[in-house]
């Protein structure tokens, strides 16, 4: 029916038919963002409890899903004003959506070979702001730094290929030219 509403029970089927048809993840990637787009402005979607922030993390995850061996991924991010994350992979791929406010990206570039355990050599790329309805898509391999640099909480959808603490991704100091293992609280 074409008024039915867009649920997470419906995005969830869509998502485990896609990573059952495709294996390349840009693909997946090319197929799920126009999805999350969709589900991202389900009415209803945002309960008042996920703009509840983490205090200490700076932004909280609100897991709406994930299937059982953990993939397929979704939550709600809430973050705090002028907090966000240090740079960090995924290694999965990912898709998030702007639901309220803005965050901004910056992406790196890694340089060294990821031989020396605990090291790693980043270099500055580009930066952009996702907003209200704009999709940002990332690859297993991509380094990404997330800011909310406004002045209020801002709500985003995260969908993962992998729950993101069960696919040993890492986060990094660029100045300490450092890499260590990533696990977020959730909530
Ligand atoms: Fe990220």
Request: no cysteine.
């Given at each position: 029916m074409s008024d039915q509403v867009y649920d997470l029970s419906q995005y969830v089927e869509d998502l485990r038919s896609i990573t059952r048809e495709e294996t390349d993840d840009k693909k997946i990637?090319?197929?799920?963002?126009?999805?999350?787009?969709k589900f991202a402005m389900t009415p209803g979607l945002i309960k008042d409890e996920y703009y509840h922030c983490n205090e200490e993390q700076g932004m909280s995850f609100h897991l709406l899903h994930e299937d059982e061996d953990h993939s397929n991924a979704?939550?709600?991010l809430a973050w705090l004003?002028?907090?966000?994350?240090?740079?960090?992979?995924?290694?999965?791929?990912?898709?998030?959506v702007g639901i309220e406010g803005e965050e901004r990206e910056t992406w790196w570039l890694r340089k060294d070979n990821g031989s020396k355990p605990g090291y790693?050599?980043?270099?500055?790329?580009?930066?952009?702001?996702?907003?209200?309805?704009?999709?940002s898509c990332v690859?297993?391999?991509d380094i990404h730094t997330v800011w909310n640099h406004t002045d209020k909480v801002t709500?985003?959808?995260?969908?993962?290929?992998?729950?993101?603490?069960?696919?040993?991704?890492s986060e990094f100091d660029p100045e300490a030219r450092t890499e260590k293992?990533?696990?977020?609280?959730?909530?």
């Open positions: 990637l090319e197929r799920v963002a126009p999805l999350a787009q979704v939550f709600v004003p002028d907090r966000g994350t240090l740079a960090h992979n995924h290694k999965t791929w990912g898709v998030v790693a050599e980043l270099e500055r790329q580009t930066e952009n702001t996702v907003g209200l309805g704009q999709a690859l297993p391999e709500l985003s959808l995260h969908t993962y290929g992998k729950h993101i603490n069960f696919t040993g991704r293992a990533y696990v977020v609280t959730v909530e």
